[in-house]
């Protein structure tokens, strides 16, 4: 009896060795999320970071979110409040 084979159909992207694949995230926030993650580990107690919303590559919200992802990555607990011109941070003395 002959045997069946099947047919599949042909793959819609290109695979590579898992080693190949980059196991960070570089994303386009790098730069200024490290910026403000040294500035905040040196931040006196009862201080906060005022930030130009001017200085931001990107909108605050997108900040806001890319800091927030890299805070939770390293277990450090922030807040953050803005108005219409500055964006401030700061590390809450009863984490919530």
């Keep these: 009896m002959a045997e069946k084979t099947e047919v599949l159909p042909p793959m819609n992207f290109q695979s590579v060795l898992q080693h190949d694949v980059p196991k960070g995230r570089d994303g386009k926030h790098k730069k200024i999320v ?53 964006l401030y941070i700061w590390k809450p003395e009863h984490p919530a």
């Design 34 to 86: 490290l910026r403000l993650l040294s500035d905040i580990e040196q931040l006196d107690h009862g201080a906060a970071l005022k930030v130009p919303l001017a200085a931001l590559p990107d909108s605050k919200e997108n900040i806001r979110s890319a800091l927030n992802r890299a805070t939770r990555q390293r277990g450090i607990i922030i807040a953050t409040s803005s108005d219409t011109d500055f």
